[in-house]
Every structure is written in structure tokens, then in C-alpha cells.
């Protein structure tokens, strides 16, 4: 099982339409979650931290951690073209020097 | 606020030659992490250094090293190079025990 899981895609929505991204993990005691967003060709962006269980909203991003299933997920509001990236969840396991791990990343496309 | 910033964008090696990279942090940021994208691949954790010490390193072979100056900046060293090296190297700072790291544009290394 790998440490952290997401669905590669593409995920493909609608201008307009939520999009739902995904993402597993497998240490049970991580305590910090993050979502990044990558551009072809370009460095990952930190969008969002979440660190307790339950939503947190950003404009038009919403982070969902939910510890006892071990699922954090990430929701884009009002999809635009613009969000076309690949977006990448990274875990930070458990104790004070342990690294930040993150998945393959899903590739999300926004259609017009 | 300066961002991260890295040096040299790009880097052409020929296999068996050795490699430096550099990072400077953002101003305040005493923590520096590297890591390797390699195309089609996700990002894989090489070293974290902390207030000139490592802090944790991850399953890169010795050839692979680093160090943290005074000043927070840090540089990678990558000896004996190999085609497989051949990839995006990203460097990441944060706040000491803050864990939301933000990443420099990379430096693309390839070599030949």
C-alpha cells in the first residue's frame, strides 16, 4: 500500500461544476495535511493546510479531513479553466522530524 | 515578500561529473527541503536540513548530500553522476516546526 494515494485521473468537469479530489493515506497518526497545485512545467503551489477533522474553506476551496477513515479530500467551487493542474495532497507523518510525503497527484481538466 | 529562489534553472552533466545546486529560503524560513521530480514520477523527499543540521534524509543513495550555511541557504551536491539522475530538483522552505513548505521554480538537471 503506498503512503499517500490519489486517483491520477484526468478528472475531467464542466466550467462551472464542483470538482472532488481525493486522497488516502496509510499512517494513522498523521497530524498535517496539504493540497498543492502544479502547473505543467512549473513548481507546486501550497492552496491549503488542514490539521483537524472537518471542513475548511479558502474562496472557492474547501478541504475535508476526516482521520478515522484516513481520507483528506479537496472540493474547487466554480470550476475554471485556470484550475487545469495537477493537484498533489502530501502528509506529513507522525513525530516532530518526520518528512512531508506526497501522492502522484491527480490531473484535473476544466472543459468550457 | 522574495520567494524561494534556486539556482541555475537549467544544468547539463555528463554521466559520472558532479553537480550543485543552490537555495535560498524565504527571509525568515530556517528550514530547507529538496526534492527530485523525475518525469512521470511524484516528488520524492531527498534531504531536510534545519538550522544547519539534517534533520531527516530519505532513500537517496550517499552521493546525494547537502548542508545548510549560516545564512539558511543550502546547497545540494549530487556526485557521480547518472542518467537516472536526470530530473527536476526542487527546493522548499518553512517556518521551524511549521510544516506548510513553499517551493522555488527548480532547477532542471540532465545529464548525458
Known amino acids: 500500500q503506498k503512503e499517500v494515494e490519489q486517483n491520477s485521473g484526468p478528472l475531467s468537469v464542466p466550467e462551472g461544476a464542483i470538482a472532488s479530489l481525493n486522497c488516502t493515506y496509510s499512517?494513522?497518526?498523521?497530524?498535517?495535511f496539504f493540497w498543492y497545485r502544479q502547473y505543467s512545467g512549473k513548481s507546486p503551489e501550497l492552496i491549503m493546510s488542514?490539521?483537524?477533522?472537518g471542513d475548511k474553506e479558502d474562496g472557492r476551496f474547501t478541504a475535508q479531513l476526516n482521520k478515522a477513515s484516513q481520507y483528506v479530500s479537496l472540493l474547487i467551487r466554480d470550476s475554471q479553466p485556470s484550475d487545469s493542474a495537477t493537484y498533489l495532497c502530501a502528509v506529513k507523518g507522525t513525530g516532530t522530524a518526520s518528512k512531508l510525503t506526497f501522492g502522484t497527484g491527480t490531473r484535473l481538466q476544466v472543459t468550457l | 515578500e522574495a520567494g524561494v529562489t534556486q539556482s541555475p534553472t537549467h544544468l547539463i552533466k555528463t554521466r559520472g561529473q558532479q553537480a550543485t545546486l543552490r537555495c535560498s529560503p524565504i527571509s525568515g524560513h530556517t528550514s530547507v527541503y529538496w526534492y527530485q521530480q523525475a518525469l512521470g514520477l511524484g516528488l520524492q523527499f531527498l534531504l531536510w536540513y534545519d538550522e544547519g543540521e539534517e534533520r531527516n534524509r530519505g532513500n537517496f543513495p550517499p552521493r546525494f548530500s547537502g548542508r545548510q550555511f549560516p545564512n539558511y541557504s543550502s546547497e545540494l551536491n549530487v556526485n557521480a553522476l547518472e542518467l537516472e539522475d536526470s530530473a527536476l530538483y526542487l527546493c522548499?522552505?518553512?517556518?521551524?516546526?511549521?510544516?506548510?513548505?513553499?517551493f522555488g521554480p527548480g532547477t532542471r538537471l540532465t545529464v548525458t
Open positions: 488542514i490539521y483537524s477533522n
Open positions: 522548499a522552505s518553512s517556518l521551524q516546526l511549521n510544516y506548510e513548505q513553499y
Open positions: 499512517d494513522r497518526g498523521s497530524q498535517s
